[in-house]
Structure formats: C-alpha cells, structure tokens
C-alpha cells in the first residue's frame, strides 16, 4: 500500500522557485512603470513653466497699462509683486503676483531681459529648467 503525500482537499502550496519568479515579474513591472513615470513628471514640470511664463507675461503687459513701461531688467520681475524703489517709477502701481510665482517648477527663479534677445522688440522670460544654467536645451521660455 502507498501512501500518498497529498491529502484530497488540501491545496498544494507554492514553491520557492514559484514565489521569486512572481516578485521578479512585479519587480520588472514596478521598475517600468518608475521609469516611466519620471518622463510624465519631467513634462509636467514643462508645462507648467510654460503656463506659468504666460501669467508673467500678461501681468507684465499689465504692468504696463499701468505704468507706461515695462519695469526695467534692474527692477526684474519683482516689479510685479512689489513697487519698485528704483527709477523709472510706475505712474500706477498695483501688486500683479505673489513672490512664489516667481519661481520655476524646480525651484529657481524666472529670468527676465529687456529688452530681450530673442523677442528684441519686447522681452524675454525663462526658466533655466532642471539643470539651472542657462542657455541649454532644457530651457523654456517665452519664444
């Protein structure tokens, strides 16, 4: 007479080998789905540079509707969150954004030229993007 190992309705229980090759495929899934993800996080830190690049510049044309100018590259952006001490002085002046809009998706703060270099007969606005240096391919700005 053998005697059989398996009772009848007992489940068989997984192997060792069985267990690692499921963590090895969640782990390759995991490892995937991160990677992508840093890609949709860098583009949505582009974007949102972009946006907020448009709401500098319309509140710089409004600055202007109020001052009669725009706020000299010495008076920088800060000319829209608090009145400039510095001439020429605004012939109106109301605060247009708060400070934090000043800074990019990565920290670091707008840049502004007037006139700028690459819109010469207006102004330019710009992040530096994730690497903060100026004048690389990660850039964005109001061109």
Request: proline fraction near 6%; charge should be negative; avoid cysteine.
């Amino acid at each position: 007479m053998m005697f059989s190992t398996n009772r009848p309705g007992r489940p068989r229980a997984f192997t060792l080998m069985e267990m690692v090759m499921v963590l090895a495929i969640i782990a390759i899934i995991l490892g995937m789905g991160v990677g992508l993800m840093k890609n949709v996080l860098g583009d949505a830190h582009v974007q949102q540079a972009e946006a907020m690049i448009n709401q500098l510049d319309t509140a710089l044309v409004r600055y202007k509707t109020q001052a009669e100018h725009f706020p000299t590259e010495q008076q920088g952006l800060e000319a829209l969150v608090t009145k400039p001490g510095s001439n020429p002085q605004p012939k109106r002046w109301s605060q247009k954004m708060e400070a934090k809009a000043l800074i990019d998706p990565w920290g670091n703060p707008f840049r502004y030229r007037i006139p700028g270099k690459i819109n010469q007969d207006g102004f330019d606005i710009w992040s530096a993007g994730l690497d903060g240096q100026d004048g690389t391919e990660d850039d964005v700005g109001n061109w």
